[in-house]
């Protein structure tokens, strides 16, 4: 995530690089963002092809990077911790390190 202050309402940029590290097309890919802890982070927009109804292919070798906005509506609950992932047929394809932590919020 972009380093910053934020406030509830704000556009928090994030990003999530997925790649096809095998050796064969990876089809129906989508994503997933989840809270592990404090407050619930929405991503309103940026998932692309990853939340279309048929996913995302990635042939061998293929990365693409999203640029994701999310937003927090409270801060009762502390920062956010966000877990980003990308999936296929019920297999994580790659996956931001968990416990990303949203940049602080004022």
Known sequence: ??????????????????????????????????????????????????QSADGASFAPGESRTYHLHGSVHTLDEGDPVVDFSAYVENATLATVPSSRRAPPTA
Do not use: C, K
């Not at 972009?2 to 406030?7: F, K, V």
């Not at 704000?10 to 089809?27: F, H, K, S, W, Y």
């Not at 809270?35 to 309103?44: D, K, M, P, Q, V």
């Open 1 to 50: 995530m972009q380093p910053g202050r934020w406030l509830p309402g704000d556009a928090i940029p994030a990003e999530l690089t997925v790649a096809n590290t095998g050796d064969t097309t990876a089809d129906h890919v989508s994503g997933s963002a989840g809270r592990e802890s404090g407050a619930y982070f929405l991503i309103s927009d940026g998932w692309g092809d990853l």
